[in-house]
T-cell receptor, first 113, second 110 residues
Framework: DAGVTQSPTHLIKTRGQHVTLRCSPI?????VSWYQQVLGQGPQFIFQ???????GRGNFPDRFSARQFPNYSSELNVNALLLGDSALYLC????????????FGPGTRLTVL | RKEVEQDPGPFNVPEGATVAFNCTYS??????FFWYRQDCRKEPKLLMS???SGNEDGRFTAQLNRASQYISLLIRDSKLSDSATYLC???????????FGAGTTVTVRA
């Protein structure tokens, strides 16, 4: 079975631009979570979606938004990019809303210049 | 205070050595505990869950001390392939997020 997939793998943007990151969960998984990992730190929770509804939000500004589609794939959108948004963005999929086992995708590495 | 704190290391050990490190968590309501492994520029991968009674998976042993709010990981007979960053992760009951520590870097040398 395919694991969690994310696209693109790398992205370079300039300050003020917006970006859309995409994630496809493991087949049969209905929950998708997004994390931001800045170099040298552990991943920080951004959002969780389950059955197309937002079920949790971390301490991130409103410039960050996300959605989940009927096929359970998800998009993370970031507007008005700042230099500090440069990070590895990780998508994690789980069978249900429970976090017992989350499987991470390879991530999208975003660089903001 | 951070939710999860870890000694960043690095722990530099020879092959065959035993290495152990801890992490502490601040929220006594935390219910689930994990160790994830992350290789350089890769995604985190679940290494093992940590149970109250302690558990072992091959050369890896995890312990949980709820009273002192710390979790430990011990690696026996270290292999070169054990070189990675080990992330301590906690989760509260009925919560939707995983809280990660910043990671402990282990380098095993030949």
């Amino acid at each position: 079975d395919a694991g969690v997939t994310q696209s693109p793998t790398h992205l370079i943007k300039t300050r003020g631009q917006h970006v859309t990151l995409r994630c496809s969960p493991i087949s049969g998984h209905k929950s998708v979570s997004w994390y931001q990992q800045v170099l040298g730190q552990g991943p920080q929770f951004i959002f969780q979606y389950y059955e197309k509804e937002e079920r949790g939000r971390g301490n991130f500004p409103d410039r960050f938004s996300a959605r989940q589609f009927p096929n359970y794939s998800s998009e993370l959108n970031v507007n008005a990019l700042l230099l500090g948004d440069s990070a590895l963005y990780l998508c994690a999929s789980s069978l249900t809303i429970s976090t017992d086992t989350q499987y991470f995708g390879p991530g999208t590495r975003l660089t903001v210049l | 205070r951070k939710e999860v704190e870890q000694d960043p290391g690095p722990f530099n050990v020879p092959e065959g050595a035993t290495v152990a490190f801890n992490c502490t968590y601040s929220n006594s309501a935390s219910q689930s505990f994990f160790w994830y492994r992350q290789d350089c520029r890769k995604e985190p991968k679940l290494l093992m869950s940590v149970y109250s009674s302690g558990n072992e998976d091959g050369r890896f042993t995890a312990q949980l001390n709820r009273a002192s709010q710390y979790i430990s990981l011990l690696i026996r007979d270290s292999k070169l392939s054990d070189s990675a960053t080990y992330l301590c992760v906690v989760n509260m009951a009925n919560d939707y997020k995983l809280s990660f520590g910043a990671g402990t870097t282990v380098t095993v040398r030949a």
